[in-house]
T-cell receptor, first 113, second 112 residues
Framework: EAGVAQSPRYKIIEKRQSVAFWCNPI?????LYWYQQILGQGPKLLIQ????????DSQLPKDRFSAERLKGVDSTLKIQPAKLEDSAVYLC???????????FGSGTRLTVV | GDSVTQMEGPVTLSEEAFLTINCTYT??????LFWYVQYPGEGLQLLLK?????DKGSNKGFEATYRKETTSFHLEKGSVQVSDSAVYFC???????????FGKGTLLTVNP
């Protein structure tokens, strides 16, 4: 089966600019996750969707980050405006359900200068 | 809240050496425990898992045993290879939404 697709692979922007990342999960996977992985740290959950509803967004900085999963399939994560500390790899993962195993995408590496 | 603590890296070993990467956790209830591996330039891959106390997960020569009494899930391999060079993450999954909580990762470099 095809894996979790993410784009772009790399992005460099200036602080205060906007950026968006895209994720297409494995077909049929109801649960979708966005994680932020800062260099030297483990991934941290930003938001979890079950179909097109939000299950957990407690660690999403809502003043600048937003995410949507229209139609319960692919998802977009946006940062507006970006700060230097947002430099990280943004990982998308999906699973059949919240109790099932995760499959991770290769991630988008964001550099804010 | 849930948390995972794993040994600081980097770890540098010679080929065929014995590997241990320590991992301890704090969680309410009975979490599932995982080791993920991230090879250079690639995404996170599940290496092994254990879902209840005393379970042993194993894959590709790596093993880890879920120790509830010591809240630990140490990763071991008897003879590492150069191809094992990667970052290893310990993680737990628990709570009502089954989210994964990761440790900071341990960079392993194996020299020939």
């Amino acid at each position: 089966e095809a894996g979790v697709a993410q784009s772009p692979r790399y992005k460099i922007i200036e602080k205060r600019q906007s950026v968006a990342f895209w994720c297409n999960p494995i077909s049929g996977h109801a649960t979708l996750y966005w994680y932020q992985q800062i260099l030297g740290q483990g991934p941290k959950l930003l938001i979890q969707f079950q179909n097109n509803g939000v299950v957990d967004d407690s660690q999403l900085p809502k003043d600048r980050f937003s995410a949507e999963r229209l139609k319960g399939v692919d998802s977009t994560l946006k940062i507006q405006p970006a700060k230097l500390e947002d430099s990280a790899v943004y990982l998308c993962a999906s699973s059949l359900g919240s109790g099932n195993g995760y499959t991770f995408g290769s991630g988008t590496r964001l550099t804010v200068v | 809240g849930d948390s995972v603590t794993q040994m600081e890296g980097p770890v540098t070993l010679s080929e065929e050496a014995f590997l241990t990467i320590n991992c301890t956790y704090t969680a309410t209830g009975y979490p599932s425990l995982f080791w993920y591996v991230q090879y250079p330039g690639e995404g996170l891959q599940l290496l092994l898992k254990a879902t209840k106390a005393d379970d042993k997960g194993s894959n590709k020569g790596f093993e880890a045993t879920y120790r509830k009494e010591t809240t630990s899930f140490h990763l071991e391999k008897g003879s590492v290879q150069v191809s094992d060079s990667a970052v290893y993450f310990c993680a737990l999954r628990g709570g009502s939404n089954y989210k994964l909580t990761f440790g900071k990762g341990t960079l392993l470099t194996v020299n020939p």
